[in-house]
């Protein structure tokens, strides 16, 4: 175990080394000075060479890079152009609200696909069988989006039950676990569960049709035995590897949350990017894209040990 | 007497069903794959065929008949923010979003399957290089990477379709190298090598055809996220710009129309959601299409 | 005329003196992946310094368990591995001196266990034997025509078969239709590499009466690895015995089966199943796995499972020594004189 845990460690370090690369990269394919953004129009060129000295763009792009990731380690992302705040600020600020919206769709993706994929693997060939499968579909090709948008429609605008955006009541960004809060934060965390939802039902199904197929279980069922030990032994093979999944739809709700937070103004990393998008502020997307990515190679990682440690044969393969 | 013995007996050969055409002759029996392939080539057609299909010029904008409902005379699915017909800006908008979606897949398929393949069938160092730098943009989660590739290089249609096609084209590479890593193992890779034939010959005639399958079946899964990706970049502002039609761009300029018109607003997404739901269910037929052991 | 008869007949004995296939020390160890960054320096010794000869027209057998290095050595003699050392020599050319591999792979011909895997199931299988000829630069027309002659050769009727895709084939077809593209080539040596293991007792007879048909026919030299000691000595007129990557024993089939010399090949036959009752040696069957070839036992690799070892044994290693039959060898230090092995004759007499 000690071994397939060093492994995968020694594993995850290039690729961490390779998506600081890609993400120190990205400010240098943009089109144009990244100075431009900061500098008035008709800054002379005087200050303009005098600006590119203090950022630092006339070295050689190796140097650049091991200053900004020396940087980047101790925690300075730069500093936002747009707000003049430091980048590592603004993120600590969103960081929280995108876990917290990541993680609650995630558990209710995961119970509600288990639960769908379960009675569907369960009852394989049934109408109930085809009627999760028709959702699952529906739940991977849905532009989750528009989903926020129709759920907007429904809760907020027809039905008036619901807030349509922000996180707290009155634009207040300071969380707090009332009523008040949690009402901002159902339609979000709904409509980012549809995602997880579909593959969490698709992979559990599988799983739970393979493990009745084995011949002990549907011996056991021939004999009338649908009893409780036949489920638990279903739960036991089928969690390691729905957790895994689960896992993994984790970190992709982490690093995709940009469009659901968009539609809802939820203000999390994903908004943030949003923001330096349209405000091209580079320094920003690239210290939020370089933090969500580095979170889903280390999840990857720890997901991989768990299900190494929950299931052996994964440390042979 | 031999050649004419032989063109006769070439004549009389019986001649087994390819392995292709099994795949079309089962895909024709599965009814969802085929109301799917059906709705794909209507959604094509309708791209192809737009301005005679459109009732309106869908750009021609009004400031008297803004935000009309679905069954106004004239615009029977209601007019949007700057008063241009619906109907033929969704029409029009299958243009950009098919292209916006399935280009990036069509392209990373293939640059994905060569490189997948070569470091499979090649293997060692160049395997060992080429699926190392795949891992790395594979460790970036696929909104992000397509958000962070589009949004440095800014809007705008070439900058979208590049960077979606950057977003797929590791997902292809590596199942190019699983499946091939696989099939350079069996015998008849070595058969084929043992008859003396070159590298190149064996990847044409004997790695290909093997490969190909579940390569194409895996690409033609990634259309419909592709589709959602490519329309979502739009609706952040991000790919094509405005006055364009597309469908994800017309979601994002109807958004505050929410409040006035909700369903025409939410029309764009019912065409993003329909041809995205076609190409799943006709990638699902084809998978169990191709199955042989069905 | 006559006198040209009487040429091409004399001369021919003479100049096939040599060997057709010969090889010498050949070696292959496959590095293991190992430790944390994957660079451990541990091998298998898959095959290790072994040497024979294979004389026109004979059938060398070659036995010994699973992980003995047979099927490693058939993939070495037609490069499919390329070996770490050692000479192959093909009627007198050495490979990579006056030989390339692609001399040696059209004169070396192979088929393989597995006969569904060893068929792309993309080609139908006209396509499958016509490929090796077509590659080596023979025009399609002619290279189907030859797949037709030769799958009526190995009994399928080209009519009916031609067409066909590897899936429609039963597993006796498919192994005929892997002979009919090794023959393909004209090649000189058939590699049969477990070739009839996995049919059926009654398909397996009828693919041996045609492997010896077409023997006698073609003027072919067969190495027939496998297994299972009755087929072999149906088949082979010298049989070599493998065990752990070397050569334990090599000899003439009736010698080597009525007096085997080594402890592993009488242990071998002691364990094959006979129908004759006073066929028994009064060697115990072997237990157990063989040892793990990446650390293989010191001395004479057999020793961890020999009723007769003894100390020497585990130190020195035996070198193949000369039986009374001709060309029967063996490697055993019981068989040499004054070796230290209370077994062996004391000391050498003249």
Redesign the interface.
Known sequence: MLVYLLKRITHAL???F??S???FL??H???GDPLTSVLPPDASAQLQAEMRRIYGFDRPLPVQYGLWAMKALQGDLGTSIATGRPVATELGKAIGNTLMLAVLATLIGFILGSLFGFVAGYFRGSWIDKLASFIS??G????????G??L??IFS??LNWLPATGAGPGGSDAWRWDWAHIRHLILPAVTMSVIPMGIVARTVRALVADILSQEFVSGLRAKGLLDFGVFRHVVKNAAPTALAVMGLQL??L???S??IE??FSWPGTGFL??Q???Q?D?PL?QGT?LV??LF??TL?MIVDIVQAMLDPRVQRA | M?AAA?IA??A?????P??WSGVLTRLRRDPVAMVALAVVLALILMAIFAPWVAPNDPYRSSMIRRLRPIGTPGFPLGTDELGRDMLSRLIYGARLSLLMGVMPVIIAFFVGSAIGITAGFVGGRVNTVLM??I???F??????LA???S????AGIFNGLLSLTVVFIPPIARIAESVTTGVRK???V?????????GF?IVR??VL??VIGPIFVYATSLI?VSL?LA??LS????GVKPPEPEW?LM?NTL?NA??VQ??V??L??VM??IT??SF??LS?GLRSAMD?KA | MSAAQGMSAAPGGSLAAGPLLSVHGLTKHFPIRSGLLGRGSVVVRAVDGISFDVTEGETLGIVGESGCGKSTTA?LL?D?ITPDSGEIRLANRRLGADMT??DL??DV??V?Q?SY????????M?DAIA??PM??GMAERQA??LA?DLLSRVGLE???F????P??LSGGQRQRV?IA?ALA?SPKVVILDEAVSALDKSVEAQVLNLLSDLKSELGLTYIFISHDLNVVRYMSDRVMVMYLGEVAEIGPVDSLYSNPAHPYTRALLAAMPSMDPDRRTEEAPLSGDPPNPINPPSGCRFHTRCAHAAPVCSSAIPNLSRLRAERHLAGCHMLVPGSGHPEAAAEARP
Not at chain 2, 139 to 144: D, I
Not at chain 2, 235 to 238: S, T, V
Not at chain 3, 117 to 124: D, G, W
Not at chain 3, 162 to 165: I, K, Q
């Open positions: 290039p690729v961490a390779g998506v690369v890609v993400c990205l400010v394919i943009a089109p579909i529906i991977v090709s849905v532009p989750h989006y528009w989903l948008m129709v907007v429609i605008v027809q970190g992709y982490l690093g995709g940009i469009l968009t539609v990017l949003g330096a998008i349209f091209r580079l997307l894209i969500l990515a889903f190679v990857n | 031999s032989s007996a070439m009389a050969i019986e001649k087994s390819g392995y190392r730098t891992d790395v943009f460790a970036f989660p696929s909104v992000l958000i962070a590739l949004g440095a290089l800014g069996i015998e008849y070595e058969a084929a090598r043992a008859s003396g034939a070159s010959t005639v004997h055809g093997n419909s959602i329309s979502g609706f952040l502002g991000l994800g979601l958004r929410i409040y909700p369903w607003a939410a764009p997404g993003i959601f995205s739901v799943n269910l699902d042989l | 993939r037609v499919l591999v692609r792979r059209r011909q192979m393989f597995d895997a060893s068929l792309n199931p993309r080609l139908t006209e490929f090796g590659i080596n189907t025509n037709h080209p009519r009916r031609a067409g066909r895709y899936h429609e892997n593209r080539f």
